[in-house]
T-cell receptor
Framework: TQLLEQSPQFLSIQEGENLTVYCNSSSVFSSLQWYRQEPGEGPVLLVTVVTGGEVKKLKRLTFQFGDARKDSSLHITAAQPGDTGLYLCAAHNYGQNFVFGPGTRLSVLP | GAVVSQHPSRVICKSGTSVKIECRSLDFQATTMFWYRQFPKQSLMLMATSNEGSKATYEQGVEKDKFLINHASLTLSTLTVTSAHPEDSSFYIC????????????FGSGTRLTVV
């Protein structure tokens, strides 16, 4: 069974601060996704990374896929209250279903 | 972009009754859909994979007779919670993979089930 770990589990910061959350595994994946889920809603796909070492930016969010395709990070610059939510990473290998991490619950205080 | 519509968003039912949750792909065809369960402040737990025109594939520990899945068309999958009990109260979410492969899931907005 392929497992994904996410850290930290919980994070509470002030508006304007920077933060990084991590997604790690001992397995190699063909692709990895990051989602954000707000309370009472389904997760929303933020990004998909497929190449080792790949870096993608989405406004204040920077996503990186590890060189070995086993891990990923999500960095948020100048966090805002609207960034509050559960951040989930999910990974995929050919012919298999996605595996979801346990999530990082982020709270950005005004 | 691809949209998955889930209905109802909230439902309250009495113990012993059955509840049906619908998941529709609005602008694409989905031969496969996925049903998840999420407890408060926890991640998603895959319950089953719904396959159009064939039987669903259930994850270990998920009761097939309790959670009936029907995927009768390329745009609709349903999950029926039969003889519901309070411990079935949870947030149920469906998803599909519009582009296939590793491009990521599109999720429905979820259904909050409360069994009283």
């Amino acid at each position: 069974t392929q497992l994904l770990e996410q850290s930290p589990q919980f994070l509470s910061i002030q508006e304007g601060e920077n933060l990084t959350v991590y997604c790690n595994s001992s397995s190699v994946f063909s692709s990895l996704q990051w989602y954000r889920q707000e309370p009472g809603e389904g997760p929303v796909l933020l990004v998909t990374v497929v190449t080792g070492g790949e870096v993608k930016k989405l406004k204040r969010l920077t996503f990186q896929f590890g060189d070995a395709r086993k891990d990923s990070s999500l960095h948020i610059t100048a966090a805002q209250p609207g960034d509050t939510g559960l951040y989930l990473c999910a990974a995929h290998n050919y012919g298999q279903n996605f595996v979801f991490g346990p999530g990082t619950r982020l709270s950005v205080l005004p | 972009g691809a949209v998955v519509s889930q209905h109802p968003s909230r439902v309250i039912c009495k113990s012993g009754t059955s509840v049906k949750i619908e998941c529709r792909s609005l602008d694409f065809q989905a031969t496969t859909m996925f049903w998840y369960r999420q407890f408060p402040k926890q991640s998603l737990m895959l319950m089953a994979t719904s396959n159009e025109g064939s039987k669903a594939t259930y994850e270990q520990g998920v009761e097939k007779d309790k959670f009936l899945i029907n995927h009768a068309s390329l745009t609709l999958s349903t999950l029926t919670v039969t003889s519901a009990h309070p411990e079935d109260s949870s947030f149920y979410i469906c998803s599909a993979n519009p582009l296939g492969g590793g491009y990521g899931y599109t999720f429905g907005s979820g259904t909050r089930l409360t069994v009283v």
